[in-house]
């Protein structure tokens, strides 16, 4: 049972252009939902998370919006640059005293110069 | 701060073997994840280490251990290798005691089973 559903897999958007990648949880303990960014070769490394009681998180051209009512939330990253094309993975987990963190499929983004 | 370490970085196996993966985490952080990370399956949680003590663990078999030693430094063990095990093996690090918090991945070990 896939807890997080990402989409979409793969994104090519043209420098100047808007990224926007969505993802989707079913359990609502979530209380915890970071992005994160994957070069190849590399470990995730955080982008930004948001928790439940904000609707919207905004780190310079990163900006997360969640929608608890749909059990949504998506990454939105502005002025896209060669630079940002990587993996983006969603993820989500819950209180309780673990670390345990949900992920999505990942979408690989491409920003054509 | 030092960022989370991997040891080794590649390792080739063949079937049936054991393997050993270190990780060394951000100094003061307590908590050790592991996660399994391919192509088809995507990143999975392996289990969470905390204070030397398993906190949670995923649906893998039970050919996949783990242990933490006091100074946090984690390993993880698998016996019996199959093919399927060929994965990038990633740990991620976090305080660990303040609730679900940014968790600091390591750049992982690669690990090949022929």
New interface residues.
């Given amino acids: 049972q896939q807890q997080v559903k990402q989409s979409p897999q793969s994104l090519i958007v043209q420098k100047g252009g808007i990224s926007i990648i969505n993802c989707a949880y079913e359990n609502t303990a979530f ?2 939902f ?1 992005w ?1 960014q994957q070069f190849p ?6 982008l930004i ?1 948001i928790r439940p009681d904000v609707s919207e998180k905004k780190e310079g051209r990163f900006t997360i919006s969640f929608n608890k009512s749909a059990k949504q939330f998506s990454l939105h990253i502005m002025d896209s640059q060669p630079g940002d094309s990587a993996t983006y ?1 969603c ?1 989500a ?3 309780g ?10 979408t690989k983004l491409t920003v054509n110069p | 701060k030092a960022g989370v370490t991997q040891t080794p970085r590649y390792l080739i196996k063949t079937r049936g073997q054991q393997v050993t993966l270190s990780c060394s985490p951000i100094s003061g952080h307590r908590s050790v994840s592991w996660y399994q990370q391919t192509p088809g399956q995507g990143l999975q949680f392996l289990f969470e280490y905390f204070s030397e003590t398993q906190r949670n663990k995923g649906n893998f078999p039970g050919r996949f251990s783990g242990r933490q030693f006091s100074n946090s430094r984690s390993e993880m063990n698998v016996s019996t290798l199959e093919l399927g095990d060929s994965a990038l093996y990633l740990c991620a690090s976090s305080p660990g005691d303040r609730g679900p918090d940014t968790q600091y991945f390591g750049p992982g070990t690669r690990l090949t089973v022929l």
Avoid: N, R
């Fill in positions: 209380d915890y970071p994160y070769g590399k470990g995730p490394a955080l998370a993975f993820a987990s819950k209180a005293g673990s670390e345990k963190l949900v992920f999505g499929k990942g």
